[in-house]
């Protein structure tokens, strides 16, 4: 019979805080709250939806699992005529990586991004409706961070009137695209524009690349997987692709036009928008990544807290003197609350970064529509720099969920070994990590040589305004609980990031080649560029706490959490705090004892703080992390359905079990 005790319901009673309150903070709003509860429901009781066995699939069968579900959930979207904010909670519940995430996440916004109100008009319809299906073709077998570096060509023919898209080259051939492998039947192709002998620099070309007939690649067209990727299940069941172009011709109409455009006559013509706009899908994408890393984070951590709980190790002081009794819950271990509830804290950092950051991209398309570019630097550097931050964290966070379960944490039905191989490649995709805060600090490095001529810095650069007060300012704190106050907390951080910031500056000045400096200092740069990052982190937090929370207990525990938050990097990142003295060896120390405190606070409230995210047993497809806490029952059934125990004696026992033990018994007898 079905055990339905609520093996965490004595954790959940211990709760100091309003959950339900606490739902609608992280959801964003109660709308946002009803709405994903609602979607997440239906998916998990959609047996279209299910998820099982995924890690055992040969890479066939998975991808043409993943086909059609992706192909049920469009078939569902349209019957039960989902909004788009609907469509996008659906997608998200599904939670199977395929050819669809590429096609709206990045090949739509390609096309609305970098394409005229006529070519939208054009190609939007066929897109939206899934008539064509496409994908973003930019890197290449050669060059990946290097966009400008792309070997891809496209040389307009005046006599046709035609672009002819071709690949030079092995290096140049496109490879990675999602989607491409075997389903895209168009792309966003990124190449080097050639008009009347000159080259123009990376545009991009709406290419058809499949029969819209029969799914043949057209003529000129080399297209295919490649290969399989790191870890079972995971990013297996996307088609990553390999295309190659032997003189393909595209009408000229098909450059996507917004920021400049080649005329009938072959005449290259710039408008005034920027040439970055065209590299304007990334940035989206960066700022949406922010938002995937809380969901992976906070998806790990609810399953390492949940299993915390339920796990018991050792002895008790309620144990008898024979050590009989109950065994001490790991939670409980202040190494593991060490590990794991700074982990928690960070979820939820990310959460409010990454709402915070959808606002600042929704001004600049406001911005952009009227013609504004002023924040397009800005934005870009937020987006870099902070998906950079949250991937390499959320990354690492996964892995430590993996070691905070122990063994069973290894076990692919934990569902941290496949989160972890699908969440890993966003530390490289959409902008390697260290490439992309290297692209930060020179956003940086550029806002402070402009102190000198009077430019007032805004935005997330407005502490470096105040350099002066910060390059001299000092920590004030005396005992552990001066630690608890957001402005010496924010003080710290930005007199740390400004004092790195200003070191690099003059270094680089000691430098003849400006670039030769750039590339010498960029361990330190990178370093710099964190510190910043973690600035804006920690003063978004802070911000969110200074909006009307409602709930008991609510707003405390998002104080504790900031707390735990700030104070942990402190604590990880204590050379630099200690090496520019924003803060004293006495006052890390004081910061560790305040730490241990934090940790005792949120305790109680750590099963709650989890629930709070409204996970599905179906989304976290964690047996250790399942609502109800049943751990062991489930980890003893998953085993029994693995493929290996369909047979009590396995496939090969006699070919290669039975000979080997033979063997050993004449060599015994010998
Ligand atoms: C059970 C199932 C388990 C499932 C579990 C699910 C859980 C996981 C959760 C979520 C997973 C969701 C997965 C979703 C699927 C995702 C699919 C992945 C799709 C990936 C796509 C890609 O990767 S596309 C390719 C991306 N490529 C890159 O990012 C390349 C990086 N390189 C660059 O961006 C540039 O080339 C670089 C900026 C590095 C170039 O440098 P450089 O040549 O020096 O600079 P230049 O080009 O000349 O620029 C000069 C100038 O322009 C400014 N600038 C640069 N870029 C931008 C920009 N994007 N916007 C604005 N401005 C820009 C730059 O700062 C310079 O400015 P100035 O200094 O001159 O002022
Ligand atoms: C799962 C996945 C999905 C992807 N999907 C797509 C897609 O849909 N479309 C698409 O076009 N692309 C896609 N990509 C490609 C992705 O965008 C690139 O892999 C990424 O931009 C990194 O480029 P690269 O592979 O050339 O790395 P490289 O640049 O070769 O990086 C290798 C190493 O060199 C270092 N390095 C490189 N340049 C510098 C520098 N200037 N200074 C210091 N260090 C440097 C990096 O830090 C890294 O350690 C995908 C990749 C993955 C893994």
Redesign the pocket.
């Known amino acids: 019979m079905e055990d339905t005790v609520d093996h965490l319901a004595h954790e959940r009673s211990k709760a100091q805080f309003n959950v339900e309150e606490m739902k609608i903070i992280w959801a964003g709003s109660l709308h946002a709250l009803q709405v994903s509860d609602r979607i997440a429901k239906l998916v998990a009781s959609d047996p279209g939806f299910g ?1 099982e066995n ?1 890690a055992v699939l040969s890479r066939k069968d998975l991808f043409k699992s993943a086909l059609k579900k992706a192909a049920y959930v469009w078939k569902r979207i349209n019957e039960l005529g989902l909004s788009e904010e609907e469509t996008s909670w659906l997608r998200f519940y599904v ?3 395929a050819y669809d ?2 096609h709206w ?2 090949f739509v916004p390609a096309i609305k991004g970098s394409a005229t109100e006529e070519q939208q008009n054009k190609w939007l319809p066929l897109a939206n409706t899934m008539q064509i299906i496409g994908t ?1 073709a ?2 290449e077998l050669g060059h ?5 570096g792309l070997e891809t060509t496209a040389t307009f023919d005046p006599v046709t009137d035609e672009f002819i898209i071709h690949s030079p080259t092995l290096t140049s051939s496109k490879w ?3 989607g491409l492998g075997k389903v895209a039947t168009h792309a966003v192709v990124y190449a080097q524009l050639i008009t009347d002998g000159k080259e123009y620099g990376v545009n991009g070309f709406l290419v058809q690349i499949r029969s819209l007939d029969d799914h043949f690649p057209l003529p000129g067209i080399t297209v295919g997987d490649i290969g399989m990727k790191f870890g079972s ?2 990013f297996n069941s ?1 088609d990553n692709g390999v295309l190659r172009f032997d003189r393909v011709r595209i009408p000229r109409n098909q450059m996507l036009m917004r920021v400049s455009k080649v005329t009938r006559e072959g005449k290259y013509v710039e408008s005034n928008i ?4 065209i ?5 989206y ?2 700022q949406t ?1 922010v938002a ?1 890393a809380s ?2 984070l906070s ?1 790990a951590v609810c399953i390492a807290t949940r299993y915390s709980a339920v796990r018991r190790q050792f002895g008790s002081p309620q144990n008898d003197q024979n050590g009989n009794g109950i065994e001490t819950q790991v939670i409980d271990y202040k190494t593991q609350q060490s590990r794991l509830f700074p982990l928690l804290a960070s979820a939820y950092a990310f959460r409010f970064v990454g709402e915070w950051l959808k606002w600042l991209y929704t001004d600049l398309i406001q911005k952009l529509e009227g013609n504004d570019f002023s924040t ?2 800005e ?3 937020c ?2 720099g902070l998906k950079s931050l949250t991937t390499s964290a959320a990354a690492d966070g996964i892995e430590e969920s993996r070691k905070l379960c122990g063994g069973h944490g290894y076990l692919s039905s934990s ?1 941290l070994p ?2 972890y191989a ?2 890993v ?2 530390c ?5 990590n260290v ?2 805060l ?2 930060v600090s ?2 940086l490095m ?1 806002t402070i040589s402009q102190l000198q001529s009077g430019k007032k810095p805004t935005g997330t650069t407005a502490y470096i305004g105040h350099v002066e007060h910060l390059i001299q300012c000092g920590c004030n704190v005396k005992k552990a609980e001066d630690w608890l106050n957001l402005c010496v907390i924010l003080e710290a951080f930005e007199a740390r990031a400004i004092r790195l910031l200003v070191a690099c500056a003059e270094n680089l000045t000691k430098f003849a080649n400006p670039l030769q400096g750039f590339s010498e200092l960029s361990p330190d740069l990178v370093e710099a560029a964190v510190a910043h990052c973690q600035v804006i982190v920690v003063s978004k937090f802070i911000e969110k706490l200074q909006q009307n929370i409602q709930g008991i207990g609510v707003k405390q525990l998002l104080e504790t959490l900031c707390y735990i938050y700030s104070l942990n990097l402190i604590h990880k990142h204590l050379g630099d705090f200690l090496s520019t003295r924003s803060i004293t060896p006495k006052q890390a120390s004081l910061a560790s004892d305040q730490l241990r405190s934090l940790y005792a606070k949120v305790r109680p409230n750590a099963i709650a703080l989890v629930d709070a995210f409204n996970y599905t047993d179906h989304f976290l ?1 964690s047996v250790l992390g399942s609502y109800d806490g049943n751990v062991y029952p489930k980890l003893y059934e998953e085993a029994w359905k693995d493929p290996l125990n369909e047979s009590v004696v396995p496939d090969g026992y006699h070919e290669n079990i039975r000979p080997v033990l033979k063997q050993q018994l004449q060599n015994a007898r010998l």
Do not use: C
């Open positions: 998820k995924r939670d199977e990586l995430y590429v996440g990045m973003y930019q890197t990946g961070s290097n966009v400008r990675w695209p999602g299940g995971a996307m920027p040439k970055q706009i590299y304007g899908a990334m940035v994408v960066r990544i995937d969901i992976a998806r397009l630097p934005v870009h550097a987006t870099a569902g496949e989160l699908t969440f490649p966003a490289t995709y959409e902008g390697d490439v992309l290297l692209q020179r956003f550029k497809g």
